[in-house]
């Protein structure tokens, strides 16, 4: 890495911090130092990928990182899963349930890391878990009240990738389709490749929906992972120099 | 939010809210028996009883890994598996749900616990109001006694150690439940809680509970489909009337 051993090391700027709602109660925005990045984007979109890549940058640019993603939580992510391969939760359970994941990594890896000035990476964050739910026809207002306790990131990436495209990254690598990523709880199809297209079409179209509200940075995840990854770290560069 | 009644459920849901140590679940009990007795559909719902949240909900208190936002999340969690699962359902059957412990209980203790109030009522939202509440208002002093008069080993978070109020688990318990007090009276008028002087004998607070139960709601409705056991429950029967609109 040039920059690493030119040893040009960006001290990042202070971040005008927000929380979407209520928020987390007693905690000081100000303390805050460090900078959330999310990834979002559907199964396939190359999201683990970039973050992986992201890391190796960031760290050979002289910060530190920690990674966090849905159902990695201490407190829930066992009995999530357990929950989800039962398929026996009802719709405001599951969705309370992730809410829990959620927000026990937001208090216990997510703050505590920013507070030390760690860059936090996100793999996926709240607008999955939104979309997910206002996709089975749950109350929009009811979700974002419900998480308005999490905190503004600095930059979210939405990696964009057409439902056509994601369906054949999922069979190069598994040669299968998953049952959620296919949306076949809500019925749409007795087809899991028709249930998919349908259901991956519905999460892109909640997806805007969202983007107008929250501001995320779509990218194109069509191309290949090195011309993403350089348009990524070039806005990240921005967001650490604070532009 | 609307009473399941003005939803136009057949079924109705009796709440008891009250402290720790206020004697609302032996009241609700003796409720359970006299209705089922009668041989009426009744069905008995406990907070935090949900099998599926369970093992998350004892992890997190065990190793005292919850926060007051996670605190109230997972509670809601096992409320809203409890509520679509099984309150629901047997509403639309036609039941008689009883609860021990509501989202009041929840409202009372989160907001102590430092959420916001609209945060809690927000999350709470997709529950309907109970048809009937009955708020048990005890002494602080009382309620204090019948729990700690064993010196019971206190859980931390039923302590509310997390609050850190006092270090002694007995001084931190007396004000925690003072605050839950507070919140109680506080939401009393705004939800119709009808209030009952716990201070007074078991018998006497179960005739105040089972007069206002057979006033308040059409008994007669909620028969189960075979003929009468017991004369007591034929005697109602005959004495079928209208329902009165519950406040």
Not at chain 1, 127 to 150: F, H, Q, S
């Amino acid at each position: 890495m040039k920059n690493a051993i030119k040893n040009q090391i960006v001290v990042p700027r202070r971040s005008a911090r927000r929380f979407y709602g209520h928020g987390i109660p007693g905690v000081d925005l100000e303390q805050l130092a460090g900078k959330l990045i999310v990834v979002e984007g559907a199964d396939g979109s190359g999201r683990s990928t970039q973050i992986k890549l992201l890391v190796e940058w960031m760290e050979g640019t002289g910060h530190a990182t920690v990674q966090v993603g849905l159902k990695r939580s201490t407190l829930v992510s066992e009995e999530l899963v357990q929950a989800q391969q039962g398929n026996i939760l009802s719709r405001t359970t599951l969705s309370l349930f992730y809410a829990t994941d959620f927000a026990d990594q937001l208090e216990n890896i997510i703050l505590p890391a920013l507070k030390a000035g760690f860059v936090v990476l996100a793999d996926r964050y709240i607008y999955t878990l939104m979309a997910r739910d206002m996709v089975r026809g749950m109350d929009e207002a009811w979700l974002k009240n419900l998480y308005g306790i999490a905190l503004e990131p600095d930059v979210v990436f939405y990696l964009n990738v057409l439902p056509e495209e994601l369906v054949q990254r999922s069979f190069a690598k598994n040669a299968s389709l998953d049952y959620w990523e296919s949306g076949m709880d809500l019925g749409l199809s007795r087809d899991m490749f028709d249930s998919f297209m349908k259901y991956q079409t519905a999460m892109q179209t909640t997806f805007r929906r969202l983007q107008a509200s929250y501001g995320f940075t779509i990218v194109d995840g069509m191309r290949p992972g090195n011309v993403v990854n350089t348009e990524l770290r070039k806005k990240i560069s921005a967001v650490m120099a604070g532009k | 939010m609307k009473t399941f009644a003005e939803l136009n459920f057949p079924g109705r849901l009796i709440a008891v809210e009250g402290l720790d140590g206020s004697g609302k679940s032996t009241q609700i009990y003796l409720l359970k028996r006299w209705l089922e007795l009668q041989d009426l559909k009744v069905y008995f719902s406990e907070w935090n009883s949900s099998e599926l949240v369970k093992s998350a909900t004892s992890k997190g208190k065990k190793r005292e890994l919850l926060t007051p936002t996670t605190f109230s999340l997972i509670h809601a969690t096992d409320f809203a598996d409890r509520y679509e699962r099984h309150l629901v359902p047997l509403l639309r059957a036609g039941y008689l749900v009883l609860c021990d412990r509501y989202i009041f209980t929840a409202f009372g203790r989160d907001v102590t616990r430092g959420c916001p109030p609209e945060w809690v009522r927000g999350i709470y939202s997709f529950a309907a109001l109970p048809d009937l509440t009955f708020f048990f208002k005890s002494d602080l002093e009382v309620s204090l006694k019948r729990i700690l008069e064993g010196r019971p080993q206190l859980k931390y978070f039923e302590a509310g150690m997390d609050l850190r109020l006092s270090t002694d688990p007995y001084e931190s318990f007396r004000i925690f439940q003072g605050r839950i007090l507070e919140q109680y009276l506080a939401m009393s008028t705004e939800f119709n809680f009808v209030v009952v002087d716990a201070n007074q004998l078991v018998e006497k607070q179960q005739a105040v509970v089972r007069e206002l139960v057979a006033h308040r709601l059409d008994l007669a409705r909620f028969y189960r489909a075979e003929p009468p056991r017991t004369p007591a429950s034929a005697d109602l029967r005959k004495k079928a009337k209208v329902e009165e609109p519950v406040r």
